[in-house]
Structures are given as structure tokens and as C-alpha cells.
């Protein structure tokens, strides 16, 4: 069982930037992959930024987000980060993180909230024009 609290979220004025943590338990913290989702009123919960645990910690991002977002992983603290800069008012959303034990070499499936075993509650980023 892993266990996944988000934190970081806030209202930030467009431009600006945000940094969300996520802190899970467990021992095996290292051997997860770990996603961010976001999801806005009255969509579907998107893929925001992956990151694996093999391979020097591979990273994936949204379209909408590349460039502007990184996911980053400190496995001594069961952490995972999510920077978010340049914010704009679409960013805004609830923002889940969310573990996965299992390995894909196909990295697409990591964008797929399917895939994931254990999420967060989430946490509300509001960015303001």
C-alpha cells in the first residue's frame, strides 16, 4: 500500500510559479513510477507529467505543459515535486499525483490515469489573469 498527500497548491496570479509536493509512504518509494494529473471543473482528468524509476528517472510531460513544468523525485525524502512556471489561468485544476509499481517500456502508457494504483487527494492550483 502507498499512501499519497499532495501539498503546494494555492491562487497565484498568471506568470508566476508554484511548486506542488507530493510525499508518499512506504519503504519502496524508489521502485514507483509517479504521475501528476490535473483535472478542471467539468473535464476528465488529464495527464500533467510522469516520472519513472528505472533508467535515471525518465520524464514525461503534456503538450500543454512542456517547457513551462518539471517533475522531479528526491527517493531519500518519498517525495516527489512538481515546478510549475510561467503558470497561465488554464493551468488551473485540482492536482493529483499518483504511483504505479508497474514498468512499461511503452512510455505513452504512463500518460494513461489507468495505469495508476494509488492517487492522491489532490490539491487546488487557481491561477488568476
Known amino acids: 500500500q502507498v499512501q499519497l498527500v499532495e501539498s503546494g497548491g494555492g491562487l497565484v496570479q498568471a506568470g508566476t510559479s508554484l511548486r506542488l509536493s507530493c510525499a508518499a509512504s512506504?519503504?519502496?518509494?524508489?521502485?514507483?513510477?509517479m504521475g501528476w494529473f490535473r483535472q478542471a471543473p467539468g473535464k476528465e482528468r488529464e495527464f500533467v507529467a510522469a516520472?519513472?524509476?528505472?533508467?535515471?528517472?525518465?520524464?514525461f510531460y503534456a503538450d500543454s505543459v512542456k517547457g513551462r513544468f518539471t517533475v522531479s523525485r528526491v527517493n531519500a525524502m518519498n517525495t516527489v515535486y512538481l515546478q510549475m512556471n510561467s503558470l497561465k489561468p488554464e493551468d488551473t485544476a485540482v492536482y493529483y499525483c499518483?504511483?504505479?509499481?508497474?514498468?512499461?517500456?511503452?512510455?505513452?502508457?504512463?500518460?494513461?490515469?489507468?495505469?495508476?494504483?494509488?492517487w492522491g487527494q489532490g490539491t487546488q492550483v487557481t491561477v488568476s489573469s
Open positions: 499518483a504511483a504505479t509499481a508497474a514498468w512499461y517500456s511503452n512510455s505513452d502508457l504512463y500518460t494513461d490515469k489507468q495505469k495508476y494504483d494509488y
Open positions: 512506504g519503504r519502496t518509494f524508489s521502485s514507483y513510477a
Open positions: 516520472i519513472t524509476w528505472r533508467s535515471g528517472d525518465s520524464t
